[in-house]
């Protein structure tokens, strides 16, 4: 059997072998397709973490507990997921349409300012 060494999306740990996971970029719940572009490998901590939120949002929230953190150990998972999480804000806003299941839906998403 082979076995790949896969990193989270947002932490960049590697995976343990039976705690990886699937993430949307762009939640099914919010629009997003099954597409190889919108799925990435995560580990279950984070993707706990950020649930079905918009990603901007996620960002902000972690943020906001930076700024409040107190450990060292809290601080640099933070840090490396917001760095992620913005690169990935940003492959969205390139990616656009490819992430959604329709156009429509897509452009319901954009004009809300939902991503
Ligand atoms: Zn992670």
């Not at 590697?14 to 597409?35: C, D, F, Q, W, Y």
Request: hydrophobic letters at 35%; glycine letters at 8%; proline letters at 3%.
């Amino acid at each position: 059997m082979i076995s790949e060494t896969v990193f989270c999306c947002y932490c960049g740990e590697m995976i343990a072998p039976g705690k990886r996971t699937i993430e949307h970029l762009v939640p099914i719940s919010l629009g997003g397709n099954g597409s190889f572009y919108n799925k990435k490998d995560c580990c279950k901590t984070c993707n706990n973490d950020r649930g079905n939120l918009p990603l901007s949002l996620w960002i902000g929230r972690m943020e906001a507990r930076l700024a409040r953190s107190k450990t060292i150990a809290l601080n640099r998972v933070l840090e490396a997921r917001i760095e992620n999480a913005k690169y990935w804000q940003h492959y969205i806003d390139t990616a656009g349409e490819k992430l959604y299941r329709s156009n429509e839906i897509f452009l319901l998403y954009i004009k809300r300012g939902f991503k």
